[in-house]
């Protein structure tokens, strides 16, 4: 009767020691976090920051140590600097972040070598996931996006589009996709332009497409202040006056920037993997406890999901693998993961590492005195159409 009696108290005693010894997971977040961009590793972090807010910071009795590095980017030699000192240095157990392309891919040699996973929250390039086997992607692909919003326009009736995109990896990427997509359907690009990646001056552009005299520009700019300056020009210039719609991957109609655009946007349509204003009670868990850990940030972006989804992610595998987080296992538990994230069902694809999820349809409504990503279509699990 006694030792029974005494059994439950030294299980427990057996199960707390080891649980106290653990050391933290250690997660290297290599993103911006000052200049333009700030707000992408202020997102992703938030985001990372609101997943821990819902499920606690310790997973499988680890507590979670974030070492939160600044690239200033794009930037993509200091994001290589970073993530090979959180690799040599401070020993982590994972890389994380990566807002931009050119950042991700400077890293992805680094993860490689160390046989460290790294869980890419937004960098959207087709080619990511193919710079090292310990790359999993849980923010999304511009061909994933880009190709819906071809499919949805040509349904539509719209038929002569002019394509505007960043010249550089993800934009060209995106034009690409449409284009495909978009012939196919029996549309027709009848002009495309790339803009800078830094700086752009939109106005000429716009005057440019406005003589054209497209029924729509389809356009990817990097989310932030392109997004403001284009729709300032596209309005300055008379375009929407002019009968020219925007259709847009949401890079532009950002959650983190909608309410800085004004009324010029409303209407806007746009193709995205997720909108702040999703009616699921799983976004709305995570939009509150957002709030809760975002400072100033107005509310998540599509870059804050993806921090969400890449915490979930790792705590998968934290909980699969415990003290020690060996990198071929970790990919192992990444392939084919199935999660119900606040912007719908989620998986990973075993072949390519890339997301497998819901694309919506979206178009800017002015609810109240904000301004929302309103979903009125989707088209469920899609890949990347490249790969
Ligand atoms: C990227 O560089 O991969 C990138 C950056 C910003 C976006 C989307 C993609 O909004």
């Known amino acids: 009767m006694r030792t029974n009696f005494l059994a439950p108290l030294l299980l427990a005693g057996a199960l707390?020691?080891?649980?106290?010894?653990?050391?933290?997971?250690?997660?290297?977040?290599?993103?911006?976090?000052?200049?333009?961009?700030?707000?992408?590793?202020?997102?992703?972090?938030?985001?990372?920051?609101?997943?821990?807010?819902?499920?606690?910071?310790t997973i499988a009795g680890r507590k979670v140590q974030l070492l939160v590095r600044d690239t200033g980017g794009p930037n993509p030699e200091v994001a290589k600097r970073l993530a090979q000192e959180l690799v040599?240095?401070?020993?982590?157990?994972?890389?994380?972040?990566?807002?931009?392309?050119?950042?991700?891919?400077?890293?992805?040699?680094?993860?490689?070598?160390?046989?460290?996973p790294m869980i890419v929250m937004n960098a959207a390039s087709s080619v990511v996931t193919t710079r090292s086997p310990?790359?999993?992607?849980?923010?999304?692909?511009?061909?994933?996006?880009?190709?819906?919003?071809?499919?949805?326009?040509?349904?539509?009736?719209?038929?002569?589009?002019?394509?505007?995109?960043?010249?550089y990896a993800p934009g060209i990427d995106s034009e690409n996709a449409f284009?495909?997509?978009?012939?196919?359907?029996?549309?027709?690009?009848?002009?495309?332009?790339?803009?800078?990646?830094?700086?752009?001056?939109?106005?000429?552009?716009?005057?440019?497409?406005?003589?054209?005299?497209?029924?729509?520009?389809?356009?990817?700019?990097?989310?932030?202040?392109?997004?403001?300056?284009?729709?300032?020009a596209f309005d300055e210039r008379?375009?929407?006056?002019?009968?020219?719609?925007?259709?847009?991957?949401?890079?532009?109609?950002?959650?983190?920037?909608?309410?800085?655009?004004?009324d010029p946007v409303v209407g806007v349509i746009t193709s995205h993997h997720y909108s702040a204003h999703h009616d699921s009670p799983e976004n709305k868990a995570f939009v509150r406890a957002f709030k809760e850990v975002g400072g100033n940030l107005p509310r998540p972006n599509f870059m804050g999901v993806g921090g969400y989804d890449g915490m979930a992610a790792i705590a998968e595998v934290v909980k699969k693998l415990g003290a020690k987080i060996d990198g071929d296992r970790a990919m192992e538990v990444l392939k084919g993961l199935k999660l119900a994230s606040p912007r719908g069902p989620i998986s990973i694809d075993p072949a390519t590492r890339d997301i497998v999820q819901t694309v919506y349809i979206r178009r800017v409504e002015k609810i109240g005195n904000e301004y929302w990503n309103v979903e009125f279509d989707r088209f469920p699990d899609v890949k990347d159409p490249g790969k």
């Open 238 to 262: 008379g375009l929407a006056k002019a009968g020219i719609k925007v259709i847009a991957t949401g890079d532009l109609t950002d959650d983190n920037v909608l309410n800085a655009m004004g």
């Open 179 to 232: 284009k495909t997509a978009f012939t196919a359907a029996g549309g027709q690009v009848v002009d495309s332009v790339r803009v800078p990646l830094r700086n752009p001056e939109f106005a000429p552009f716009v005057q440019r497409i406005k003589d054209a005299k497209p029924e729509a520009v389809f356009m990817f700019v990097p989310a932030g202040e392109q997004s403001i300056a284009f729709m300032k």
């Open 16 to 57: 707390c020691i080891p649980a106290l010894a653990q050391e933290p997971v250690k997660i290297g977040v290599v993103a911006p976090f000052s200049g333009v961009a700030a707000d992408y590793g202020r997102q992703m972090e938030a985001g990372i920051k609101a997943w821990m807010r819902l499920n606690g910071d």
């Open 88 to 116: 040599t240095r401070d020993k982590v157990d994972f890389l994380a972040g990566f807002g931009f392309t050119p950042e991700a891919l400077a890293a992805a040699p680094v993860a490689t070598e160390a046989k460290v």
């Open 134 to 167: 310990y790359i999993a992607r849980l923010s999304m692909t511009l061909p994933q996006v880009s190709a819906p919003m071809a499919t949805w326009a040509a349904k539509n009736g719209i038929r002569k589009v002019y394509t505007l995109v960043a010249d």
